[in-house]
């Protein structure tokens, strides 16, 4: 079955810009998280849904938010982005509860 | 919000040899932890995991253990082969430590 599939692979934005990632997990998975991802720092975690619900939240600032649809895609956006925004952005989805993810390529984002 | 800590950021060990890394847990609530591993410009894959009522966990060559009063994992892989050459990470309830790089040396 197809896996996790995150769009753009990569994306180049300015200062101030907003961005909008897009993950579409595994058919039959309700459960989608995101993580940034920035040398240094492993996964840092930002938030996962279930279900069109956000469920768990990470410490990010609210310049980052999320949102899940019916089919369980789900979209992550960046408001006034800042340099330090750069990263790799990756989705992982799973059935929920304690299972293992399946991770997406990730989104490389670079704000000049 | 470092609930997971990976202290050592790389580990280098020879072909044939034993690989262990180690993970630290703050939040006593953890009860399933799960190991990754990634490449390069791919997103991480699961490797193995371990629930809180076991103290061992094995799957070929890599073993996971569990020491819930000292809040500690750690996995070992044996024989260390270079394909097993990569970023590991240990995560617990959606949260990651910041990986151990492999490399594993023919």
């Known amino acids: 079955k197809a896996g996790v599939t995150q769009t753009p692979r990569y994306l180049i934005k300015t200062r101030g810009q907003q961005v909008t990632l897009s993950c579409s997990p595994i058919s039959g998975h309700r459960s989608v998280s995101w993580y940034q991802q920035t040398p240094g720092q492993g996964l840092q975690f930002l938030f996962e849904?279930?279900?069109?619900?956000?469920?768990n939240k990470g410490n990010f600032p609210g310049r980052f938010s999320g949102r899940q649809f019916s089919n369980s895609r789900s979209e992550m956006n960046v408001s006034t982005l800042e340099l330090g925004d750069s990263a790799l952005y990756l989705c992982?989805?799973?059935?929920?509860?304690?299972?293992?993810?399946?991770f997406g390529q990730g989104t490389r984002l670079t704000v000049v | 919000d470092q609930q997971v800590k990976q202290n050592s950021p790389s580990l280098s060990v020879q072909e044939g040899r034993i690989s262990i890394l180690n993970c630290d847990y703050t939040?006593?609530?953890?009860?399933?932890f799960l190991w990754y591993k990634k490449y390069p410009a791919e997103g991480p894959t699961f490797l193995i995991s371990i629930s809180s009522i076991k103290d061992k966990n094995e799957d070929g060559r890599f073993t996971v253990f569990l020491n819930k009063s000292a809040k500690h994992l750690s996995l070992h892989i044996v024989p260390s082969q270079p394909g097993d050459s990569a970023v590991y990470f240990c995560a617990a309830s959606m949260r990651f430590g910041a990986g151990t790089r492999l490399t594993v040396k023919p």
């Open positions: 849904y279930f279900s069109e619900t956000q469920r």
């Open positions: 939040n006593s609530m953890f009860d399933y």
């Open positions: 992982a989805s799973s059935r929920g509860g304690e299972t293992e993810a399946f």
